[in-house]
């Protein structure tokens, strides 16, 4: 196990997440067994087999690998395209200092996936009506369910791309997340372009779901884990300054060329899917957490010298270290998790054993797993998501006479409102906009309903006037909708456009993100099929003022959601958010501060009484080494004195034999008629001589032993 009391101790007052900070020079060292003695695996006997250490020391590898001491300096070269353009003083300043031109370079290209996501969206309110007069889906009629369909098959194949996408993000990167995404949006433009049935067109739809899908999963998840925690919110939020951006492009090709050339405007898109598919597979480098989750030490190194320009080795193992310290943790309760799996008899990487695996995995983090899906819920509750692909149809609906111009006017405002957000994420925070977002989304809805509802007023009695009449007459409702939709539009999008991802991928935990991310964009895309499936049937059950009046309500709902429950990222490490809370985001800044204090005051008494513990444990272990050795020296001394009673117990017997062997031999004299003057001078003398000193010579010792064991 990881020593993390001393990376603890080695970070504390030195080392932040942020790569704008000082980086302290220190070389941190790992143990070569990281496994806990204690630790029991899923064997019968409680005991790891040696397979099972075998398997657990492969899921440490990483920290055995990652900031290895011995690993020679190997700076990252960059090229002279990259050289020339780092020059380029960043803009705003804020940025300086925090993030390399190359990570800038690398968000920016990771984006594009948004702009495809935001025009193939988009381009979808502008070839509605062209879709269904060239395969006549819907006869006479305005709407029907075989144009609804063209419009919510979208949802399903998102679902399955982001199911997708989160099993591709953790098992195989990134980066090959980012490529499936482009993958599929570019055969989608091949189907709309080659397609001349409607079946081909509604595959290629469900085709644009699966990318769409799969590009929300892993773009928000890939940035999240490569910028720095002070502009995190900023470059997570460029997928959908992208998304507008192609928004607001496929509008202004449909005010310029009309609706007509469906087939060139869908399957365009197709270029610049492949030009991403090139860049991903030659210039965006992996996310170094995941490698170095994943035991690939040598290519986090090289990943984090590449988006971060470090300069020197202290530097690079500073930073490798501080990821080391954050996911130590959550490597040990992932074999802990899997090792409970284990238990329950199923085979590993078996369905069941994933399927178990992602159970536990949803129960142990059950707080943010709901924050992030609530997320995606009360996104699509602001119903934006539907509105915008019926966009064109609404203006229509309000009198418009160039609903693509007023299209355009949407794209617009959401480019605008997309802009604000990123200027102001990092400032105010997330819940702030968040807040300003569902509830003026109320309020937009409000106005629409109420301009629907004055336009049915208004036509009721207008029978018997005069086109130039009815027109006076229709222009007020008509300008209230349309400044309504732009208001609508421009709130949404400086909120939870881009922040449900944002929140999203900063409440999961790292082990779970992707995973995480992939249940939160299931969750979104589900409810965004139901409301887009539902639409049009509302208008037609409780009239179009009705359905702007219910979703007013779904805003309030979304709004009141954020203020008990989102918790505020704004300035917080991701592994910090698993401990900030909706409460104490609503807390004044005093308030805030005396928690603090009182937090850094539980810190200090905890740290103290750590400090304590550990001296007196120290203490302890001194005695019990005193004391396990004075039992040694007696366990010694004890044997040594056997050995001597041993010895006096032979040198007893000796003496009785001797003295046994003599009462003989003097009996046998005597019975041979020797009287004893006769037997002191015979040559039985030599011999009773001879066994005296050969007593005398066993007696020896016997003057040693009495000095040895003097002191027992």
């Not at 997309?418 to 990092?426: A, D, G, R, S």
């Not at 925070?429 to 309020?443: E, T, Y």
């Not at 917080?572 to 401990?579: D, F, K, R, S, T």
Request: aromatic share 10%.
């Amino acid at each position: 196990m990881v020593d993390q009391k001393s990376l603890a101790e080695a970070f504390s007052d030195k080392t932040t997440s942020s790569l704008g900070g000082p980086q302290p020079s220190f070389s941190v060292t790992v143990p070569q067994d990281p496994l806990r003695a204690t630790e029991k695996g899923p064997s019968a006997d409680g005991e790891l087999t040696a397979e099972e250490r075998r398997e657990k020391e492969k899921e440490y590898q990483a920290i055995r690998s990652a900031i290895a001491a011995d690993e020679p300096w190997s700076p990252y070269v960059p090229s002279r395209f990259e050289e020339y353009f780092s020059r380029i003083p960043l803009k705003p300043k804020r940025l300086r200092g925090h993030c390399s031109f190359i990570l800038l370079s690398v968000s920016g290209f990771a984006a594009l996936t948004g702009l495809l996501m935001g025009y193939d969206m988009c381009i979808v309110a502008v070839v509605l009506d062209p879709v269904s007069q060239d395969f006549n889906l819907c006869g006479s009629a305005d709407t029907c369910n075989a144009k609804t369909l063209f419009v919510s098959v979208l949802a399903p194949g998102a679902m399955l791309g982001s199911v997708l996408g989160g099993i591709v993000a953790d098992r195989y990167g990134r980066r090959p997340g980012l490529l499936l995404s482009d993958f599929c949006l570019f055969l989608a433009s091949i189907l709309f372009a080659c397609g001349f049935a409607y079946w081909i067109a509604l595959t290629g739809r469900f085709f644009v779901g699966v990318g769409v899908g799969t590009g929300f999963v892993v773009y928000s998840t890939y940035m999240s884990e490569i910028a720095p925690t002070d502009i995190r919110g900023i470059l997570v939020a460029c997928q959908e300054v992208a998304q507008c951006t192609g928004c607001l492009f496929a509008y202004v090709l449909a005010a310029i060329w009309g609706g007509s050339p469906w087939r060139v405007m869908m399957g365009g898109a197709g270029i610049i899917a492949l030009l991403q598919i090139v860049g991903e597979v030659f210039v965006l480098p992996e996310s170094p957490r995941y490698l170095l989750r994943h035991g690939r030490g040598s290519e986090a190194r090289a990943a984090a010298m590449r988006l971060f320009n470090f300069q020197n080795k202290d530097q690079l193992d500073t930073f490798l270290a501080v990821l080391l310290r954050d996911i130590a943790q959550e490597l040990e309760e992932f074999v802990d998790q899997r090792d409970e799996v284990l238990k329950t008899g199923v085979k590993q990487n078996s369905l069941a054993y994933y399927l178990y695996k992602y159970k536990m995995l949803v129960v142990a983090n059950a707080r943010p797993m709901f924050i992030a899906v609530g997320c995606a819920v009360a996104q699509n509750l602001t119903a934006a998501n539907s509105v915008i692909y019926f966009a064109i149809d609404i203006f229509k609906m309000a009198g418009i006479e160039d609903p693509y111009l007023a299209g355009a006017g949407v794209g617009a405002m959401k480019f605008m409102g997309v802009i604000c957000c990123l200027c102001l994420v990092e400032r105010i925070g997330r819940r702030v906009l968040l807040l300003i977002g569902s509830f003026g989304s109320m309020a937009c809805h409000l106005i629409m309903g109420s301009g629907f509802l004055l336009k049915d007023l208004r036509m009721a009695s207008l029978s018997g006037m005069s086109a130039a009449d009815e027109a006076a007459a229709l222009s007020g409702p008509t300008t209230l909708l349309v400044v309504g939709m732009l208001a609508f539009m421009f709130l949404w999008n400086i909120s939870w456009a881009a922040l449900m991802f944002v929140v999203a991928s900063e409440v999961l935990p790292n082990g779970s993100r992707g995973i995480g991310m992939g249940m939160t964009i299931t969750a979104f895309w589900t409810v965004a099929f139901i409301m887009q499936s539902t639409l049009e049937p509302l208008f037609m059950a409780i009239t179009i003022a009705g359905t702007f009046f219910l979703f007013s309500g779904l805003s309030a709902l979304a709004g009141m959601f954020v203020y008990f429950y989102v918790p505020e990222g704004k300035g917080v490490g991701l592994e910090e958010m698993v401990h900030v809370s909706a409460r104490r985001s609503r807390m004044t800044p005093e308030e805030r501060a005396a928690v603090n204090e009182r937090t850094r005051a539980n810190a200090a008494l905890a740290a103290e009484g750590a400090a304590a513990g550990a001296a007196g444990r120290a203490t302890a272990r001194a005695a019990r080494a005193a004391a396990a050795e004075a039992n040694t020296a007696a366990l010694h001394d004890a044997e040594a004195g056997s050995e001597v009673h041993s010895m006096i117990q032979e040198n007893d017997q000796a003496q009785k034999d001797w003295e046994q062997s003599s009462d003989t031999q003097e009996e046998e004299a005597k019975e041979s008629g020797l009287n004893e003057q006769a037997y002191s001078g015979t040559p039985y003398n030599a011999e009773t001589e001879e066994v005296r000193v050969g007593l005398q010579n066993r007696r020896a010792p016997d003057h040693d032993i009495s000095t040895n064991t003097a002191g027992l």
